[in-house]
Protein backbone atom coordinates (compact mmCIF):
# COMPACT_ATOMS: atom_id res chain seq x y z
CA UNK A 1 0.00 0.00 0.00
CA UNK A 2 1.81 3.31 -1.19
CA UNK A 3 2.22 5.74 1.64
CA UNK A 4 1.70 9.12 0.89
CA UNK A 5 2.81 12.36 2.31
CA UNK A 6 2.23 13.17 5.88
CA UNK A 7 1.20 16.97 6.90
CA UNK A 8 1.17 17.79 10.58
CA UNK A 9 -0.45 20.47 11.85
CA UNK A 10 -0.88 22.68 15.01
CA UNK A 11 -2.01 26.45 16.16
CA UNK A 12 1.81 27.32 15.72
CA UNK A 13 2.30 26.16 12.31
CA UNK A 14 2.40 22.91 9.67
CA UNK A 15 5.09 20.25 8.72
CA UNK A 16 4.45 18.60 5.64
CA UNK A 17 7.21 15.30 5.15
CA UNK A 18 7.37 13.89 1.43
CA UNK A 19 9.88 12.64 -0.86
CA UNK A 20 11.14 15.73 -3.38
CA UNK A 21 12.14 12.79 -5.91
CA UNK A 22 13.01 9.11 -6.41
CA UNK A 23 16.69 8.42 -7.07
CA UNK A 24 18.82 5.70 -8.09
CA UNK A 25 16.19 3.86 -10.68
CA UNK A 26 13.52 4.08 -8.15
CA UNK A 27 10.32 2.35 -9.84
CA UNK A 28 7.64 3.81 -7.21
CA UNK A 29 5.67 6.73 -7.75
CA UNK A 30 6.17 10.18 -7.06
CA UNK A 31 3.73 9.93 -3.82
CA UNK A 32 5.06 7.12 -2.49
CA UNK A 33 7.29 7.80 0.45
CA UNK A 34 8.06 3.73 0.89
CA UNK A 35 12.03 3.85 -0.56
CA UNK A 36 14.97 5.00 1.47
CA UNK A 37 14.92 7.91 -0.90
CA UNK A 38 15.80 11.07 0.57
CA UNK A 39 13.24 12.79 2.79
CA UNK A 40 12.39 16.13 2.43
CA UNK A 41 10.66 18.84 4.98
CA UNK A 42 7.96 21.50 4.14
CA UNK A 43 7.99 23.89 7.29
CA UNK A 44 5.51 26.76 7.79
CA UNK A 45 5.67 28.52 11.21
CA UNK A 46 2.90 30.50 12.16
CA UNK A 47 3.79 34.17 10.83
CA UNK A 48 6.59 32.95 9.49
CA UNK A 49 8.54 32.43 6.40
CA UNK A 50 8.52 29.04 5.10
CA UNK A 51 11.43 26.75 4.58
CA UNK A 52 11.78 23.39 2.27
CA UNK A 53 14.93 21.57 3.69
CA UNK A 54 16.26 17.63 3.18
CA UNK A 55 15.43 15.40 6.50
CA UNK A 56 18.25 13.74 8.26
CA UNK A 57 17.54 10.58 7.41
CA UNK A 58 15.92 8.55 4.59
CA UNK A 59 13.66 6.96 6.53
CA UNK A 60 10.00 8.12 6.34
CA UNK A 61 9.02 6.82 9.92
CA UNK A 62 12.26 8.31 11.36
CA UNK A 63 11.55 11.35 9.11
CA UNK A 64 8.13 11.91 10.68
CA UNK A 65 9.24 11.89 14.06
CA UNK A 66 11.81 14.62 12.99
CA UNK A 67 9.01 16.64 11.88
CA UNK A 68 7.18 16.11 15.13
CA UNK A 69 9.99 17.50 16.97
CA UNK A 70 10.26 20.48 14.65
CA UNK A 71 6.51 21.15 15.15
CA UNK A 72 7.08 21.18 18.56
CA UNK A 73 9.56 23.40 18.14
CA UNK A 74 7.53 25.97 16.74
CA UNK A 75 5.71 26.32 20.30
CA UNK A 76 7.50 29.76 21.36
CA UNK A 77 8.14 27.93 24.99
CA UNK A 78 9.02 25.16 23.86
CA UNK A 79 11.69 26.51 21.44
CA UNK A 80 12.70 29.08 24.12
CA UNK A 81 13.55 25.56 26.24
CA UNK A 82 15.42 24.42 23.32
CA UNK A 83 17.40 27.46 22.87
CA UNK A 84 18.96 26.73 26.20
CA UNK A 85 19.54 23.24 25.69
CA UNK A 86 20.45 22.60 22.32
CA UNK A 87 23.13 24.17 20.46
CA UNK A 88 22.53 25.53 16.97
CA UNK A 89 22.52 23.42 13.79
CA UNK A 90 24.81 24.83 11.04
CA UNK A 91 23.78 25.76 7.51
CA UNK A 92 22.12 22.74 5.20
CA UNK A 93 24.19 22.04 2.23
CA UNK A 94 21.55 23.15 0.33
CA UNK A 95 20.87 27.10 1.70
CA UNK A 96 24.73 27.70 1.84
CA UNK A 97 24.45 26.73 -2.12
CA UNK A 98 21.65 28.90 -2.76
CA UNK A 99 23.32 32.19 -0.48
CA UNK A 100 26.53 30.90 -2.42
CA UNK A 101 24.90 31.75 -5.65
CA UNK A 102 22.82 34.64 -4.06
CA UNK A 103 26.33 36.37 -3.29
CA UNK A 104 28.28 35.65 -6.51
CA UNK A 105 24.83 37.92 -8.29
CA UNK A 106 25.32 40.39 -5.98
CA UNK A 107 28.98 40.59 -7.64
CA UNK A 108 27.35 41.60 -10.87
CA UNK A 109 28.66 38.21 -12.29
CA UNK A 110 27.19 36.59 -15.80
CA UNK A 111 24.53 34.14 -15.17
CA UNK A 112 27.18 31.51 -17.46
CA UNK A 113 29.74 31.82 -15.04
CA UNK A 114 27.47 31.69 -12.13
CA UNK A 115 25.93 28.72 -13.31
CA UNK A 116 29.58 26.78 -14.33
CA UNK A 117 30.66 27.63 -10.57
CA UNK A 118 27.10 26.29 -9.09
CA UNK A 119 28.01 23.07 -11.55
CA UNK A 120 29.48 20.51 -9.00
CA UNK A 121 26.95 21.03 -6.22
CA UNK A 122 23.41 21.47 -7.72
CA UNK A 123 21.03 18.15 -8.23
CA UNK A 124 20.33 17.61 -11.75
CA UNK A 125 18.34 15.39 -13.88
CA UNK A 126 18.97 11.65 -14.14
CA UNK A 127 19.40 11.74 -17.70
CA UNK A 128 22.44 14.17 -17.36
CA UNK A 129 24.39 11.30 -16.35
CA UNK A 130 25.43 8.16 -18.35
CA UNK A 131 26.77 7.93 -21.43
CA UNK A 132 24.57 9.85 -23.68
CA UNK A 133 23.94 12.67 -20.63
CA UNK A 134 26.30 15.40 -20.47
CA UNK A 135 27.12 15.60 -17.56
CA UNK A 136 30.10 12.82 -16.64
CA UNK A 137 30.86 14.03 -12.94
CA UNK A 138 27.86 13.43 -10.59
CA UNK A 139 27.20 16.55 -8.00
CA UNK A 140 27.88 16.84 -4.60
CA UNK A 141 24.04 16.66 -3.52
CA UNK A 142 23.30 14.47 -6.13
CA UNK A 143 26.61 12.02 -4.76
CA UNK A 144 25.43 12.67 -1.13
CA UNK A 145 21.72 11.84 -1.62
CA UNK A 146 22.89 8.27 -3.18
CA UNK A 147 25.48 7.92 -0.58
CA UNK A 148 23.38 9.02 2.40
CA UNK A 149 21.08 6.12 1.75
CA UNK A 150 23.67 3.81 2.94
CA UNK A 151 25.22 6.21 5.68
CA UNK A 152 24.78 5.56 9.30
CA UNK A 153 24.98 9.62 9.34
CA UNK A 154 23.59 11.41 6.51
CA UNK A 155 25.43 14.53 5.46
CA UNK A 156 22.82 17.01 4.76
CA UNK A 157 24.57 20.08 7.10
CA UNK A 158 27.84 22.06 5.29
CA UNK A 159 29.47 21.54 8.51
CA UNK A 160 29.64 17.12 8.36
CA UNK A 161 31.55 17.79 5.08
CA UNK A 162 35.12 16.23 5.68
CA UNK A 163 38.32 16.02 3.30
CA UNK A 164 37.21 12.24 2.94
CA UNK A 165 34.38 12.80 1.42
CA UNK A 166 35.74 15.10 -1.11
CA UNK A 167 38.38 12.52 -1.69
CA UNK A 168 35.22 10.09 -1.84
CA UNK A 169 33.36 11.73 -4.26
CA UNK A 170 36.57 13.05 -6.64
CA UNK A 171 37.41 9.49 -7.06
CA UNK A 172 33.81 9.02 -8.66
CA UNK A 173 34.68 12.23 -11.52
CA UNK A 174 34.81 10.63 -14.86
CA UNK A 175 36.51 14.04 -16.57
CA UNK A 176 40.07 14.26 -17.94
CA UNK A 177 42.74 15.44 -15.63
CA UNK A 178 41.87 19.27 -16.50
CA UNK A 179 38.43 19.53 -16.11
CA UNK A 180 38.74 18.05 -12.70
CA UNK A 181 41.38 19.97 -11.35
CA UNK A 182 38.79 22.93 -12.75
CA UNK A 183 36.07 21.41 -10.33
CA UNK A 184 38.47 21.16 -7.50
CA UNK A 185 39.07 24.78 -7.80
CA UNK A 186 35.46 25.92 -8.10
CA UNK A 187 34.71 23.48 -4.69
CA UNK A 188 37.86 25.07 -2.97
CA UNK A 189 36.36 27.91 -3.91
CA UNK A 190 32.90 28.04 -2.66
CA UNK A 191 34.77 26.31 0.58
CA UNK A 192 36.56 29.39 1.12
CA UNK A 193 33.87 31.61 1.14
CA UNK A 194 31.64 29.36 3.17
CA UNK A 195 34.81 29.79 6.06
CA UNK A 196 35.02 33.38 5.30
CA UNK A 197 30.98 33.59 5.83
CA UNK A 198 31.33 30.90 9.15
CA UNK A 199 29.26 28.69 7.79
CA UNK A 200 31.80 26.30 8.90
CA UNK A 201 34.57 26.43 11.41
CA UNK A 202 37.58 24.79 9.40
CA UNK A 203 37.67 24.41 5.57
CA UNK A 204 37.77 20.34 4.31
CA UNK A 205 40.05 20.19 1.47
CA UNK A 206 41.09 17.00 -1.43
CA UNK A 207 44.15 15.21 0.01
CA UNK A 208 45.01 13.66 -2.85
CA UNK A 209 47.09 15.08 -5.11
CA UNK A 210 45.33 16.26 -8.88
CA UNK A 211 48.28 15.24 -11.08
CA UNK A 212 47.22 17.18 -14.67
CA UNK A 213 48.73 16.81 -18.01
CA UNK A 214 51.32 19.43 -19.69
CA UNK A 215 49.53 21.28 -22.18
CA UNK A 216 46.42 22.91 -22.79
CA UNK A 217 43.95 20.58 -24.75
CA UNK A 218 43.09 23.23 -27.37
CA UNK A 219 42.84 20.77 -31.02
CA UNK A 220 43.09 22.49 -34.52
CA UNK A 221 41.99 21.73 -37.98
CA UNK A 222 44.02 20.59 -40.68
CA UNK A 223 44.20 21.80 -43.83
CA UNK A 224 42.82 18.57 -45.14
CA UNK A 225 40.06 18.77 -42.86
CA UNK A 226 39.08 22.90 -43.42
CA UNK A 227 39.40 21.62 -47.17
CA UNK A 228 36.35 19.08 -46.56
CA UNK A 229 34.15 21.29 -44.38
CA UNK A 230 34.48 24.20 -47.10
CA UNK A 231 33.46 21.51 -49.82
CA UNK A 232 30.70 19.95 -47.64
CA UNK A 233 28.90 23.38 -47.35
CA UNK A 234 27.00 22.97 -50.69
CA UNK A 235 25.54 19.45 -49.99
CA UNK A 236 24.96 19.88 -45.93
CA UNK A 237 21.22 19.44 -44.54
CA UNK A 238 19.82 19.68 -41.22
CA UNK A 239 18.21 16.46 -40.26
CA UNK A 240 14.48 17.63 -38.57
CA UNK A 241 15.05 21.22 -39.31
CA UNK A 242 14.11 23.49 -42.34
CA UNK A 243 17.37 24.67 -43.58
CA UNK A 244 17.87 28.46 -43.38
CA UNK A 245 18.10 30.84 -45.95
CA UNK A 246 21.57 31.54 -47.73
CA UNK A 247 22.63 28.79 -45.24
CA UNK A 248 25.99 27.47 -47.03
CA UNK A 249 27.49 31.26 -48.23
CA UNK A 250 26.74 32.47 -44.26
CA UNK A 251 28.61 29.28 -42.68
CA UNK A 252 31.49 29.32 -44.94
CA UNK A 253 31.65 33.51 -43.35
CA UNK A 254 31.31 31.92 -39.76
CA UNK A 255 34.53 29.36 -40.59
CA UNK A 256 36.05 32.16 -42.43
CA UNK A 257 36.19 34.27 -39.54
CA UNK A 258 37.52 31.47 -37.19
CA UNK A 259 39.88 30.15 -39.21
CA UNK A 260 41.51 33.08 -41.07
CA UNK A 261 40.04 36.22 -38.65
CA UNK A 262 41.11 34.29 -35.47
CA UNK A 263 38.17 35.17 -33.99
CA UNK A 264 36.06 33.37 -31.14
CA UNK A 265 32.19 32.44 -31.16
CA UNK A 266 30.95 35.44 -29.78
CA UNK A 267 33.30 37.76 -31.42
CA UNK A 268 32.02 36.41 -34.77
CA UNK A 269 28.48 37.07 -33.29
CA UNK A 270 29.16 40.90 -32.95
CA UNK A 271 31.38 40.71 -36.04
CA UNK A 272 30.25 44.21 -38.30
CA UNK A 273 31.57 44.23 -41.83
CA UNK A 274 31.23 47.74 -42.18
CA UNK A 275 32.56 48.58 -39.09
CA UNK A 276 35.28 46.11 -38.70
CA UNK A 277 36.18 45.42 -42.05
CA UNK A 278 38.15 48.20 -43.67
CA UNK A 279 39.21 48.65 -47.23
CA UNK A 280 42.92 47.78 -46.92
CA UNK A 281 41.28 44.33 -46.13
CA UNK A 282 42.61 44.58 -42.14
CA UNK A 283 40.18 43.10 -39.56
CA UNK A 284 40.00 45.16 -36.40
CA UNK A 285 37.96 44.57 -33.77
CA UNK A 286 37.69 44.54 -29.40
CA UNK A 287 37.40 41.35 -27.97
CA UNK A 288 33.97 40.58 -25.84
CA UNK A 289 36.12 38.88 -23.52
CA UNK A 290 39.12 40.92 -22.79
CA UNK A 291 38.32 44.15 -24.65
CA UNK A 292 41.95 43.66 -26.13
CA UNK A 293 42.14 45.41 -30.27
CA UNK A 294 42.70 42.26 -32.43
CA UNK A 295 43.62 43.35 -36.13
CA UNK A 296 44.68 40.63 -39.00
CA UNK A 297 45.00 41.05 -42.33
CA UNK A 298 42.51 38.90 -44.49
CA UNK A 299 43.19 37.41 -48.32
CA UNK A 300 41.16 39.99 -50.52
CA UNK A 301 38.86 36.91 -51.63
CA UNK A 302 37.77 36.51 -48.75
CA UNK A 303 37.62 39.99 -47.27
CA UNK A 304 35.34 40.28 -50.45
CA UNK A 305 33.01 37.83 -48.83
CA UNK A 306 33.03 39.24 -45.52
CA UNK A 307 31.66 42.17 -47.03
CA UNK A 308 28.44 41.13 -48.48
CA UNK A 309 27.47 37.87 -45.97
CA UNK A 310 23.91 37.41 -47.45
CA UNK A 311 20.79 37.91 -44.43
CA UNK A 312 18.67 35.36 -42.57
CA UNK A 313 15.41 35.63 -40.98
CA UNK A 314 15.64 37.16 -37.82
CA UNK A 315 19.28 38.27 -38.56
CA UNK A 316 20.35 42.01 -37.45
CA UNK A 317 21.25 44.22 -40.57
CA UNK A 318 24.57 44.85 -39.30
CA UNK A 319 25.59 42.20 -37.47
CA UNK A 320 24.93 39.22 -40.12
CA UNK A 321 25.47 36.44 -37.25
CA UNK A 322 23.31 37.95 -34.60
CA UNK A 323 19.83 37.26 -34.23
CA UNK A 324 18.56 40.41 -32.24
CA UNK A 325 15.41 38.15 -30.65
CA UNK A 326 17.54 36.03 -28.39
CA UNK A 327 20.36 36.79 -25.82
CA UNK A 328 24.09 36.19 -26.70
CA UNK A 329 24.64 33.00 -25.27
CA UNK A 330 21.77 31.37 -27.44
CA UNK A 331 22.60 32.85 -30.81
CA UNK A 332 26.39 31.65 -29.69
CA UNK A 333 24.82 27.91 -29.21
CA UNK A 334 22.59 28.34 -32.42
CA UNK A 335 26.23 28.70 -34.27
CA UNK A 336 27.84 25.93 -32.70
CA UNK A 337 25.67 23.45 -33.15
CA UNK A 338 25.30 24.56 -37.06
CA UNK A 339 29.35 24.04 -37.26
CA UNK A 340 29.28 20.61 -35.17
CA UNK A 341 26.38 19.87 -37.44
CA UNK A 342 28.32 20.14 -40.40
CA UNK A 343 31.52 19.31 -39.04
CA UNK A 344 29.80 15.08 -38.05
CA UNK A 345 28.04 15.28 -42.01
CA UNK A 346 31.41 15.52 -43.34
CA UNK A 347 32.94 12.94 -41.14
CA UNK A 348 34.85 15.15 -38.37
CA UNK A 349 34.01 13.84 -34.93
CA UNK A 350 37.17 13.68 -33.11
CA UNK A 351 40.18 15.92 -33.45
CA UNK A 352 43.30 15.04 -31.63
CA UNK A 353 44.87 17.56 -28.73
CA UNK A 354 48.01 18.31 -28.44
CA UNK A 355 48.36 15.89 -25.29
CA UNK A 356 46.99 13.06 -27.29
CA UNK A 357 42.98 13.23 -26.57
CA UNK A 358 40.34 13.23 -28.30
CA UNK A 359 37.48 15.73 -28.19
CA UNK A 360 34.51 17.12 -30.20
CA UNK A 361 35.30 19.83 -32.69
CA UNK A 362 34.34 23.12 -31.82
CA UNK A 363 34.33 26.66 -33.40
CA UNK A 364 37.15 27.83 -30.91
CA UNK A 365 39.18 25.19 -32.96
CA UNK A 366 39.22 27.72 -35.83
CA UNK A 367 40.80 30.34 -33.84
CA UNK A 368 42.93 28.01 -32.08
CA UNK A 369 43.81 26.76 -35.80
CA UNK A 370 44.66 30.28 -37.12
CA UNK A 371 46.99 30.76 -34.22
CA UNK A 372 49.21 27.44 -34.48
CA UNK A 373 49.09 27.81 -38.32
CA UNK A 374 50.50 31.24 -37.58
CA UNK A 375 53.02 30.49 -35.26
CA UNK A 376 54.28 27.12 -37.13
CA UNK A 377 55.06 29.25 -39.88
CA UNK A 378 57.21 31.77 -38.56
CA UNK A 379 55.45 34.78 -37.76
CA UNK A 380 56.70 36.44 -34.41
CA UNK A 381 54.96 35.57 -31.40
CA UNK A 382 54.23 39.81 -31.08
CA UNK A 383 52.33 39.78 -34.17
CA UNK A 384 50.19 36.20 -33.55
CA UNK A 385 49.46 38.06 -30.27
CA UNK A 386 47.89 41.30 -31.76
CA UNK A 387 45.90 39.03 -34.16
CA UNK A 388 44.58 37.19 -31.50
CA UNK A 389 44.03 39.84 -29.52
CA UNK A 390 46.05 39.02 -26.51
CA UNK A 391 47.59 42.03 -24.42
CA UNK A 392 50.88 40.18 -23.77
CA UNK A 393 53.23 38.08 -25.40
CA UNK A 394 53.53 35.89 -22.74
CA UNK A 395 49.14 35.31 -23.13
CA UNK A 396 49.77 33.76 -26.44
CA UNK A 397 53.01 31.54 -25.23
CA UNK A 398 51.10 30.19 -22.51
CA UNK A 399 48.26 29.17 -24.53
CA UNK A 400 49.71 27.78 -27.30
CA UNK A 401 53.53 26.59 -25.46
CA UNK A 402 53.26 23.38 -26.79
CA UNK A 403 53.26 24.63 -30.51
CA UNK A 404 55.71 27.89 -29.86
CA UNK A 405 57.95 24.95 -28.17
CA UNK A 406 58.03 23.01 -30.89
CA UNK A 407 59.05 26.06 -32.86
CA UNK A 408 62.04 26.56 -30.87
CA UNK A 409 63.35 23.10 -31.16
CA UNK A 410 62.81 23.39 -35.12
CA UNK A 411 65.11 26.67 -35.10
CA UNK A 412 67.88 24.65 -32.65
CA UNK A 413 67.40 22.34 -35.02
CA UNK A 414 68.01 24.36 -38.46
Given amino acids: IPIPKLVLESKHGSVIVYTRRHVNGCKLDPGD ?199 GLPFFRMKGRPMPENYAERLGAFIDLGRWGAMSIIDIVLFQPKVNLGKNNVLTYRRHKSGQIASVLLAPEIAARLRVIPAEVGSADDRPFRFPDTDKETNCATWRYRFQALCRSVGIREVETEVGSKITPHPQMLRDTAAINAITHGVRLENVAKMLGHATITMTQRSYLFWVQKRIDHCIED
Wanted: with cysteine; net charge positive.
Fill in 33 to 231: NRCQCPKWLYLKPRGGKAVQRSAGTPSFSEACGEAQDILEGFDPKIAAALAITQPTLGITIDKAVLDYEASMKRCALTPKYIRNCLMPFKRRKAREYGETGRSKNMSLADWLDRDNLTAREPVTRLEQITSSHLDEWAATWKTNDLSSHIWRGRVATFLKWALLYDHIKREPKFRERQRVKPGNRCGYFSDSEIAKLYR
